[in-house]
């Protein structure tokens, strides 16, 4: 009976954080980066700063756009684009230095932040995108 116990405590506990382990560690090292190099502009909580800098806790371009928006944290973009209906029109710089993994961990944070829940952006998939950038 203790062991049958004791297997049914493993079970759950796998259960419940077994799903994808690292999406924690993704998201809080994300949220490290986002708040260095990326909420100066689009604020502590991806809300966004009137016309200037668009928003992110809610955004269909986000959602349109997954391969741009691995580019644009690496490169930069510039050009009008739009979000939620408004155009912006404003160059953002990009941060070179990001390692695949920080751009992993970024993506994680603002992909399940405001109304995204994508789960964990793995390195495979910013290996991908990057290789589709302009
Ligand atoms: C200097 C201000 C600035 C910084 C810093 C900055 N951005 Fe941006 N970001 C912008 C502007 C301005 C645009 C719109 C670009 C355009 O008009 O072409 C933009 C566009 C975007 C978009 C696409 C539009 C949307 O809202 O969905 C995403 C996603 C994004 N930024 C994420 C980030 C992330 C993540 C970081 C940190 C790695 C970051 N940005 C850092 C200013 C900034």
Redesign the pocket.
């Known amino acids: 009976m203790p062991t049958k116990l004791a297997v049914g405590v493993l079970w759950l506990l796998a259960a419940c954080t077994g799903r994808d382990p690292k999406f924690q560690q993704y998201y809080v090292q994300g949220e490290k ?2 708040q260095q ?2 909420s ?3 604020q502590k909580k991806g809300e ?1 700063l009137g016309r ?5 806790a809610q ?4 959602q349109q ?1 997954f391969d ?2 691995i580019c ?2 690496r490169y930069g ?5 739009t ?1 939620n209906g408004i ?9 070179p230095q ?1 390692t695949e993994l920080e751009l992993a961990e ?2 994680t944070y ?1 992909y399940n932040t405001g109304e995204h829940a994508r789960g964990r952006v793995t390195l495979e998939e910013v290996a991908r995108s990057l290789k589709a950038c302009p």
């Open positions: 980066l986002y190099h990326c100066n502009c689009h966004g200037l800098y668009p928003p992110l955004s269909d371009y986000m756009n741009q928006v644009l944290m973009i510039q050009g009008p684009l979000v155009t912006y029109n404003q160059a953002m710089p990009g941060v990001l970024l993506a603002i």
